[in-house]
């Protein structure tokens, strides 16, 4: 498989604190992207990162991408219970072909 | 989720049937997507289409085939339903082949 592994898989923080997750991935890409996905809903797109970008930000939302290592982080700050959800990053490979991570998933407590 | 559909909603099937899932864009979009989505799997994509009768095989085609005779519908067909194609099928499009908007899903059962 080429899919990408996100880490951890699951994260419980306390609202206000920031939330880190990881993703790291197998092939040359073109670009990364992090998704959103509410229980029962399906993907929103959170972010683009392309693969001569090192780092972009989108509000409270701050994305690092190093190709060298293969890996992304996503950066929550300041959390909301709001945030509660699982986050996915996606990879548009080289073929033009997207592979998703496995996803992690984020309880932001109140 | 606005300006993509899918259809049906929910569907129970019993295995050796053939199933049609419908997806509708509204945006004129070129690219359209169909994943799957598996518990410890994330998603999975399944087939895309880059234009009109012009579609490709993704990472887990076996067992399921696509067609595009119109812009704004994109079907995914499984000839003959396995208990293993159990699984939520997402449906997505975006313009460029980079960022992807998604529908809300098909809950597919295959008893």
């Known amino acids: 498989s080429q899919q990408g592994e996100e880490d951890p898989q699951a994260l419980s923080i306390q609202e206000g604190e920031n939330a880190t997750m990881n993703c790291s991935y197998k092939t040359s890409i073109n670009n990364l992207q992090w998704y959103r996905q509410n229980s029962g809903r399906g993907l929103v797109h959170l972010i683009l990162?392309?693969?001569?970008?090192r780092e972009k930000h989108s509000g409270r939302l701050r994305v690092t991408l190093d190709t060298s290592k293969k890996s992304s982080s996503l950066l929550i700050t300041a959390s909301r219970a709001a945030d509660t959800a699982s986050y996915f990053c996606a990879t548009l490979n080289t073929g033009n072909q997207f592979y998703f991570g496995t996803g992690t998933s984020l309880t932001v407590i109140p | 989720d606005a300006g993509i559909t899918q259809s049906p909603r929910h569907k129970v099937t019993e295995t050796g049937t053939p199933v049609t899932l419908r997806c509708h864009q509204t945006e004129n979009h070129r690219y359209m997507y169909w994943y799957r989505q598996d518990p410890g799997h994330g998603l999975r994509l399944i087939h895309y289409?880059?234009?009109?009768?012009?579609?490709d095989k993704g990472e887990v085609s076996d067992g399921y085939s696509v067609s595009r005779s119109k812009t704004e519908d994109f079907l995914l067909t499984l000839e003959s339903a396995t208990s293993s194609q159990t699984s939520v099928y997402f449906c997505?499009?975006?313009?460029?082949?980079?960022?992807?908007?998604f529908g809300p899903g098909t809950r597919l059962t295959v008893l």
């Open positions: 997505a499009i975006s313009e460029w082949g980079d960022t992807q908007y």
């Open positions: 289409s880059y234009g009109v009768k012009d579609t």
């Open positions: 990162i392309r693969s001569n970008e």
